[in-house]
């Protein structure tokens, strides 16, 4: 069989013997890595504290990304510091829970959230340079966070740690 006697699917090798057919191409996309963050549970008179981040329209629990060679505790304090202007010590932070759900505004990726409470009670946030906003939010709020922070939401409502009652 010539090269030019094979059929689209198929072309002759160095001994003449046709390639099988390409592989068909995957219908979804590959998985993608989870995200992995770090998020401080920090409620106040039955309410959660939560941050906007600028260009956004929904709020978060405030905390972030790790960076590299951070633990989780000093990741979640550096966050702190840059978003709220908050001095927390790593060693005061004690992990709660981990909340598995689709990172909002990242295409469906899937986002691995460590939610830690404990540093000073009485704090006095301030705005930092991403932060457009912070809001003090109950479960009456709930339409106004991103799913992982609906879900922090539903968690603490469920301990009687939020006030249900808005």
């Not at 998020?39 to 990304?65: E, N, Q």
């Not at 978003?83 to 990242?106: K, M, N, S, W, Y």
């Not at 991103?146 to 009652?165: K, S, T, Y």
């Amino acid at each position: 069989m010539s090269a030019a006697n094979a059929s689209p699917e198929t072309t002759p090798d160095a001994g003449g013997a046709p390639d099988p057919a390409p592989a068909p191409q995957q219908a979804t996309a590959p998985p993608t890595a989870p995200l992995h963050s770090v998020a401080w549970l920090h409620v106040r008179a039955g309410r959660l504290l939560s941050v906007r981040t600028r260009g956004r329209d929904v709020f978060y629990l405030p905390g972030g990304k790790y960076e590299a060679g951070e633990s989780a505790p000093e990741a979640l304090s550096r966050e702190l510091s840059e978003e709220l202007g908050l001095v927390v010590d790593p060693a005061d932070l004690v992990e709660r829970f981990t909340i598995h759900d689709v990172a909002h505004g990242q295409n469906g990726r899937p986002l691995r959230m460590t939610c830690f409470e404990g540093g000073p009670e009485d704090v006095s946030p301030v705005v930092g340079r991403e932060i457009a906003e912070y809001a003090w939010l109950g479960p009456a709020d709930r339409a106004r966070c991103a799913p992982a922070g609906r879900q922090a939401i539903e968690r603490l409502v469920a301990e009687g740690l939020l006030a249900v009652a808005d």
